[in-house]
């Protein structure tokens, strides 16, 4: 009993000190990785902005296996990141909408499972 208390603080304490992934980390990683850096607004209109990514080459691998093609990784990335938006925002008016996109990506739950 008393040691199940020790095991358990001892993996919380792992979990705090846990290694978050970084670009310097993850750069030669054979995993593809992205990472949202930071969302840019403007200032005086919140619906005006844009978003910061970090990715690895594997990263660029995955998405040129998956169909994605372009002159450079940022045009390839660009392609995936605009269908995401793409799919949230399909994703947010599929409870008003009777209609089903079958090439929509699965973004969430409520859509992975259709």
Known sequence: MYLDGIFEMFEFI??????????KSMRNSPEPWVNVVQAHLAPDNPKQGYFELEWNPAFVLFLQRGGYSGATAEEIVDQWFTDMCRNVSMDSDAATSFVADAGRMQTNNRTRNQ
């Open 14 to 23: 792992k979990k705090i000190f846990k290694k978050k992934q970084t670009a």
